[in-house]
């Protein structure tokens, strides 16, 4: 049976870097607020361990998580339930990484974004390669900003060919992109015009809703974070009876999160076990 894919986003909407771009990290939590995240992803970790199936899940937040030793926990935690296949998370790579000599390596899965006005290179791929050495199957990216090419560049260079590195497109400079930026984008990164594009996705088969579901700290699940039609709650007795294939009811669909679960992309034959931390096929290790 295939596994169910998780991708959970609490209350957390801090971070330690302050993008101008982002929508995203733009609040400080109080003690009381963290202790409300905290007592989600709690409530949400139980949930974890009682799941009868299998199970993989992705911390997507809405700030950054693994600065948080009540995330870097929570991956060990999942990490080491027999029926976890995966846990990932979406992460800046700002915090130290010896919290995981505690985790089953093996189940552990790490989507960095390097951000070079926030973070040294020389820190950032000493950190990237310290995954690498743990074992940790990882994939690296930038936001696609065309001043950023450089650096990018310079983060592909520096590491492993093994090693993904992908590119965000920045969907409002798609049809102006220098075409020096375009072309180093899609040197470093074989994928970029599947992110250059929202894609057509209304009555489209997608695996949100049935295999992946989106939760939120309060347990309400959706198809994916991008459409609002709540499932069902996952803490209610009967939920499992609303996981069935159902069409996207968006128009488009242009966040990798969301367009890799679309059928007819193919897009899961891509990246195979990789797919929650965006590392494809050919890049795994073993």
Sequence with gaps: MTALSVLYRGP????????????????????????VDAAALEKFLGW???WPEKLRVFFTPWGEAL???????????????????KVAA??????????????????????????????????FVERALELRRRGVSFSVGVVGFPQHVVELQAVRSEL??????????????????????????????????????????LGKACAGGHTVIS???QGDARSCHFLRGVLGNIYAPDFASALRPRP???????????????EHLKL????????????????QRG
């Design 67 to 85: 600065v948080q030793p009540r995330y870097q926990q929570a991956m060990v935690r999942l990490s080491r339930m027999p029926h976890v296949e």
């Design 248 to 262: 996207c009811s968006a128009q488009k669909c242009g966040c990798h999160i969301g367009y890799v679960h679309l």
């Design 12 to 35: 957390l909407s801090s971070c330690n870097y302050g993008c101008t771009y982002c929508p995203f990290a733009k609040h400080h939590e109080t003690d009381e607020e963290h202790a």
């Design 160 to 201: 492993p060919s093994e090693v993904y590195v992908w590119v965000n497109a920045v969907k409002d400079l798609a049809t102006t992109y220098p075409a020096q930026a375009l072309a180093a984008f899609r040197e470093v990164d074989p994928l970029f015009d599947f992110n250059l594009k929202a894609h057509d996705s």
């Design 268 to 283: 899961g034959e891509v990246f195979g076990d990789g797919l929650l931390e965006r590392v494809p096929f050919r890049n």
């Design 48 to 50: 974890a361990e009682t």
């Design 215 to 217: 939760v939120d700290g």
């Design 90 to 123: 979406q992460t800046n790579l700002s915090a130290r990484l010896d919290w995981l000599d505690e985790a089953d390596i093996s189940r552990v899965g790490i989507w960095a974004t390097y951000h070079p006005d926030w973070t040294k290179r020389a820190r």
